[in-house]
């Protein structure tokens, strides 16, 4: 089970027909309103309000004032509060929320594999605290079983007006994905969370990448190897005129980064351990153009 304040997860799409299927609600536009104690909830998205209202304690928040949404007529709007002395993140989650064992199960039935979850935030931070948006797309092994794997994390500084953010997938296996769980936060985890912090999130979605096989353009393309690599990777790339590439471990940890442009780029990678890896290439936009797995040899 994922743990409430430790692991914060986010998910989104915005493939037609599949919208609905992996993240209800996206937009935040539909809210469903209670009488006593009085708040409002958004549909298909978990919060705390129903444990915390009767002490009228509100974590999540329906935001309409012009300035706080981006699209629509409304966004979410969560806030690390203070319960009887504890600190509570704002959470919003497409799974479920069980306070008693401060875990996150559940989840909606998923089975694509897009490229990266994409969507718009603004954020106040209270002493270098941060926010983040993640996904987890789980297999038949259920919450313990994560094959992909996104997060983003907000800066430790003020970001106030809408901001887009994008964050690529990384996926640690071929296995067969069951589900997907969404987790949205306005504070790091359990121990970095500062009461204040306030995350706003709007459209969020998921980007995948465009089909294979259109031959009207053979002649740009972007191509990293050899692989599996022994001292050093060879990017050409004549798709783009700058990019970026960066390297994660089969954990998700970033192990390198680098800015490249139009023509060949050598990296050198004798500094890292031999083993499994995963990368990506983001166009100067921050559009994940191509990922794919890297074998290290020594």
């Known amino acids: 089970m994922k743990k409430i304040f430790t692991l914060i997860v986010s998910t989104i799409i915005t493939s037609a027909g599949l919208f609905a299927q992996a993240t209800p609600n996206a937009g935040f536009e539909a809210w469903t309103h209670n009488t006593f104690p009085s708040y409002d909830t958004p549909n298909s998205w978990d919060n705390l309000n129903s444990s915390t209202g009767g002490l009228g304690v509100f974590t999540c928040i329906k935001a309409t004032a012009a300035?706080?949404?981006?699209?629509?007529?409304?966004?979410?709007?969560?806030?690390?509060k203070s319960v009887f002395g504890?600190?509570?993140n704002g959470i919003a989650t497409t799974g479920t929320i069980n306070?008693?064992?401060?875990?996150?199960?559940?989840?909606?039935v998923y089975t694509l594999r897009p490229d990266s979850i994409v969507g718009f935030y603004k954020y106040t931070s209270v002493t270098g605290?941060?926010?983040f948006a993640e996904i987890q797309l789980l297999g038949a092994g259920g919450d313990t079983d994560t094959i992909g794997y996104a997060r983003f994390t907000t800066p430790t500084t003020t970001v106030g007006s809408y901001t887009r953010f994008a964050k690529a997938i990384i996926y640690r296996n071929a296995n067969p994905i069951a589900k997907?769980?969404?987790?949205?936060?306005s504070s790091k985890d359990a121990v970095t969370h500062f009461?204040?912090?306030?995350?706003?999130?709007?459209?969020?979605?998921?980007?995948?990448?465009?089909?294979?096989?259109?031959v009207s353009q053979p002649k740009f393309e972007l191509t990293v190897g050899p692989n599996p690599s022994i001292d050093r990777i060879i990017i050409k790339n004549s798709m783009t005129p700058k990019a970026a590439f960066v390297l994660y471990d089969v954990t998700g940890r970033k192990v390198a980064e680098k800015q490249i442009e139009a023509g060949t780029t050598l990296i050198d990678i004798n500094?890292?351990?031999?083993?499994?890896?995963?990368?990506?290439?983001?166009?100067?936009?921050n559009n994940v153009i191509k990922t794919d797995k890297l074998i290290i040899q020594k």
């Open 180 to 185: 997907s769980i969404w987790i949205l936060s």
């Open 99 to 108: 306070t008693t064992t401060q875990t996150i199960g559940g989840g909606i």
């Open 129 to 131: 605290d941060n926010g």
């Open 86 to 88: 504890q600190t509570a």
């Open 271 to 285: 500094e890292y351990p031999m083993g499994l890896y995963i990368y990506t290439v983001s166009d100067e936009n």
């Open 67 to 80: 300035a706080d949404i981006h699209g629509g007529a409304a966004a979410i709007k969560l806030i690390t």
């Open 195 to 214: 009461v204040g912090s306030t995350a706003f999130f709007d459209d969020v979605t998921l980007v995948f990448a465009p089909a294979t096989g259109i």
